[in-house]
């Protein structure tokens, strides 16, 4: 079982890729494989254009398919996640996510956007037929602070979230390992 962390920043370096890359040092510890994709690595005239041809874009592409899991960071601009992001989430079949677990993550500068994430991000990651989409993790520049000597440092209630995030996530995939999906749950979602 692999995951993909999907970066949605346009900006590096950047509060939730820092934060993604948190998470999956997280799962890493926990026995977990993981692979990198940072959206605006990705040729912007391919993702703006949908070009499905562009050899990058089908890779990018592959990688999700490949991945039981997505953990998908993004800032949050205007009360909305990040716009490459979503041109990116654009470029995937209408079921792209299908049988996939989704933990969705997000950094803004105050609470006031936290919402996003529910009205905005959910509903589109649900409409790409997901097994399951994990409560989303949100968390303010006031609770992330970043050093080249200690790294990125959590405040308390947003470690315990990350923690929280990791243990479900870990532990569904453990599930999923254990009880491979059958043809009719397939058929019942």
Do not use: C
């Amino acid at each position: 079982m692999s995951i993909l962390l999907l970066a949605g920043s346009p900006s590096a370096p950047s509060r939730s890729t820092r934060l993604l890359h948190h998470v999956g040092d997280k799962l890493a510890r926990r026995g977990h494989r993981y692979a990198r994709l940072d959206v605006r690595d990705l040729p912007g005239q391919a993702i703006l254009r949908a070009d499905w041809n562009d050899a990058d874009i089908q890779a990018a592409l592959a990688t999700v398919e490949e991945a039981s899991a997505v953990v998908v960071a993004t800032p949050v601009y205007k009360a909305a996640y990040s716009g490459i992001l979503k041109a990116f989430l654009d470029l995937l079949p209408q079921f792209g996510l299908t049988n996939k677990l989704v933990l969705p993550l997000a950094t803004g500068g105050s609470q006031s956007h936290m919402l996003a994430l529910d009205y905005a991000l959910r509903p589109v990651l649900s409409s790409l037929n997901p097994r399951h989409v994990l409560p989303s993790i949100y968390a303010t520049e006031a609770q992330l602070s970043w050093s080249e000597e200690k790294g990125l440092v959590l405040d308390a209630p947003i470690e315990a979230r990350v923690n929280e995030g990791v243990e479900q996530l870990s532990a569904s995939l453990s599930a999923l390992d254990a009880s491979p999906l059958k043809v009719s749950d397939a058929v019942l979602k």
